[in-house]
């Protein structure tokens, strides 16, 4: 018995259930990695952003070169916007009310210093309870009719109750047209 077991010659069942432990392992094993196969993305299946997205979020991304995401911005009578007609007769500070999105609402792009149109437009939706703040240039502020918030022209609460600044959109220039992207800013610049 001695003589077998040196050369490897075991005939006792422990190792029958080591050999049996063994290619348990190996079966276990692979059944798992087929199953993690099956469960990751297949190189088809891209985690990548939509067009819209990415060209909302990074509109100086060099795929979005020639791509407009949005919907085109008009003015409140239904005509749509030229940037270089809007800069020429707008002035810098003054919200200018723009609508186009399909919720038909009436939104503020912003017009910076130089002139040139921000990347965002101001939602004038009260964030105290819902209702639909008007801008009041003599007061040179955002005033809610419901409940006397105030914001000013970049949408920054002046005088509560409301505690939080107006919602912001995106805005794109790009090819002489201004879009409108019913998202918010991927950095709020306020």
Not at 106 to 131: F, N
Not at 156 to 181: F, M, S, W
Request: glycine share 6%.
């Amino acid at each position: 018995m001695m003589k077998e077991f040196f050369l490897g010659k075991s005939t006792s069942s422990a190792g029958k259930r080591t050999r049996r432990n063994f290619l348990n392992y190996i079966f276990g094993s692979s059944l798992a990695t087929i199953a993690i196969g099956y469960l990751l993305p297949k190189p088809s299946q891209s985690r990548e952003l939509d067009l819209e997205t990415l060209c909302s979020l990074y509109p100086q991304n060099s795929r979005c070169l020639n791509y407009l995401p949005g919907v085109k911005a008009q003015d409140t009578n239904g005509k749509v916007i030229q940037a270089d007609t809007l800069l020429a007769k707008a002035t810098p500070g003054i919200p200018f009310p723009v609508k186009g999105l399909p919720n038909d609402s009436v939104d503020y792009l912003i017009i910076k210093d130089g002139p040139q149109i921000a990347e965002y437009a101001i939602s004038p939706i009260c964030t105290h309870l819902g209702c639909t703040v008007e801008w009041h240039p003599e007061r040179n502020h955002f005033i809610c009719p419901c409940h006397g918030s105030q914001y000013d022209s970049v949408g920054r609460v002046v005088q509560g109750p409301a505690k939080h600044p107006l919602p912001l959109i995106t805005v794109v220039v790009k090819q002489n047209q201004v879009r409108l992207v019913a998202t918010k800013p991927a950095i709020d610049p306020r």
